[in-house]
């Protein structure tokens, strides 16, 4: 069964400091994907990871894509309140650009 | 920018009753899924579409259909609602290939 691990669930941060979450996933992928959702609110993109060694940049926050290791993970920098959500990765198993399997959610709080 | 739009933000329903969940979007993308949202389980897969009149089952079908006979409606229905199926519904669209889902603001549905 495939699956996708996030680990923490819960993270809560001070302003200012630096944080990672990690995204395991059990079946081969060239395909990560990571969402944020704020409280009450839908999914919004924040990076497409498509291969191998792959690292997006925006902002505070980074993601990479290690996939001999079947590994993401998403880097906060100096956080920020602003940054405080429900962040989601996601692997598209058959790399066709269908269905995606996701995570449980890491719950970030960034208190000042 | 890509819009995916939910027919109703929140719903109350009886057990038995028979549930329509509407989704569109105004991309012309071939892609459409219906997921349900639940703490602590991330987001799962209910139904998925490549193409009009086509549907294909998720990780989680029982007591869902979906009917799509117009490539920018996805539409959810609960057969005979039951408890257990009170959760928030997300609908989602893709072109395919490596461009991520969009998601709609979700449907937050309660069934007493």
């Known amino acids: 069964e495939l699956k996708v691990e996030q680990n923490p669930l819960f993270l809560s941060m001070q302003e200012g400091k630096n944080y990672t979450i990690y995204c395991n996933y059990s079946?081969?992928?060239?395909?990560l994907y990571w969402y944020r959702q704020d409280p009450g609110k839908s999914l919004e993109s924040l990076f497409v990871?498509?291969?191998?060694?792959a690292v997006k940049q925006e902002g505070r926050l980074m993601a990479s894509l290690d996939t001999k290791a079947r590994l993401s993970t998403l880097h906060i920098t100096a956080a920020v309140h602003d940054l405080s959500a429900t962040y989601f990765c996601a692997v598209d198993p058959n790399n066709q650009g269908g269905k995606l399997i996701f995570g449980q959610g890491t719950e970030l709080s960034v208190k000042p | 920018d890509v819009k995916v739009t939910q027919s109703s933000r929140y719903l109350v329903k009886r057990t038995g009753e028979k549930v329509f969940l509407e989704c569109v979007q105004d991309m012309d993308h071939e892609n459409m899924f219906w997921y349900r949202q639940d703490p602590g389980l991330g987001l799962r897969l209910i139904y998925f579409?490549?193409?009009?009149?086509?549907?294909e089952k998720g990780d989680i079908p029982e007591g869902y259909s979906v009917s799509r006979e117009k490539k920018e409606r996805f539409s959810l229905i609960l057969e005979s609602a039951s408890t257990n199926q009170t959760s928030m519904y997300l609908c989602a669209s893709s072109t395919g290939g490596t461009e991520t889902q969009y998601f709609g603001p979700g449907t937050r549905l309660l069934v007493l």
């Open positions: 579409s490549y193409d009009v009149k086509m549907k």
């Open positions: 990871l498509l291969s191998n060694g």
């Open positions: 079946t081969t992928s060239d395909r």
